[in-house]
T-cell receptor
Framework: SAVISQKPSRDICQRGTSLTIQCQVD?????MFWYRQQPGQSLTLIAT?????????ESGFVIDKFPISRPNLTFSTLTVSNMSPEDSSIYLC????????????FGPGTRLTVL | AQKITQTQPGMFVQEKEAVTLDCTYD???????LFWYKQPSSGEMIFLIY????DQQNATEGRYSLNFQKARKSANLVISASQLGDSAMYFC???????????WGAGTKLIIKP
């Protein structure tokens, strides 16, 4: 199974600032995903990070607010821009492993608090 | 309409007892996969078990097994001999093969009592 690391693990930020979250995978993967989990909620997909092209955003999420980079098959970043308290969430990076089973693994998450 | 339903918002179970967490799903795609994840208070999402729609046998991984009843569109997670460390949120999810997205249930908060 893929091993995924995320940095930072948590942060407390001021309103109006931006935070970039890094996701590193120990193997090359085609599909990387970014999710948001608001307090007490289930996961919501923000976007699919594509290597060599623009990310594909889900309804309700826009590139200006959540710019994503995917420079290679093992790394991606998500930036949360111009933050407000409503952005306080856990942000999770995920990869799909189409090996023997079609599994999907998650990084440890970044717990963001915006004051 | 809800595609994944977890009807138990919370459960209390005595340590060492078996636990069944309910999950029902709705899809018209004949090819799909079902997932269970554990999320402790630390926030990480831990993959537990996977069941493909064409798998003949119920999936098992250590103390975890998936009770797959295809006709009833049910994919319950069974944890045998529960431990204090099993206390966490548990999420059921589905991926239809016509769609790359995981569809999530609302989760069940499991608390194991000593």
């Amino acid at each position: 199974s893929a091993v995924i690391s995320q940095k930072p693990s948590r942060d407390i930020c001021q309103r109006g600032t931006s935070l970039t979250i890094q996701c590193q995978v120990d193997s090359q993967v085609t599909m990387m995903f970014w999710y948001r989990q608001q307090p007490g909620q289930s996961l919501t997909l923000i976007a699919t990070a594509n290597q060599g092209s623009e990310a594909t955003y889900e309804s309700g999420f826009v590139i200006d607010k959540f710019p994503i980079s995917r420079p290679n098959l093992t790394f991606s970043t998500l930036t949360v821009s111009n933050m407000s308290p409503e952005d306080s969430s856990i942000y999770l990076c995920s990869v799909r492993d189409r090996g023997t089973q079609d599994e999907q693994f998650f990084g440890p998450g970044t717990r963001l608090t915006v004051l | 309409a809800q595609k994944i339903t977890q009807t138990q918002p919370g459960m209390f179970v005595q340590e060492k007892e078996a636990v069944t967490l309910d999950c029902t799903y709705d899809t018209s795609d004949p090819s799909y996969g079902l997932f269970w994840y554990k999320q402790p208070s630390s926030g990480e999402m831990i993959f537990l078990i996977y069941q493909g729609s064409y798998d003949q046998q119920n999936a098992t991984e250590g103390r975890y097994s998936l009770n797959f009843q295809k006709a009833r569109k049910s994919a319950n997670l069974v944890i045998s001999a529960s431990q204090l460390g099993d206390s966490a949120m548990y999420f059921c999810a589905m991926r239809e093969y016509s769609n790359y997205q995981l569809i999530w249930g609302a989760g069940t908060k499991l608390i194991i009592k000593p």
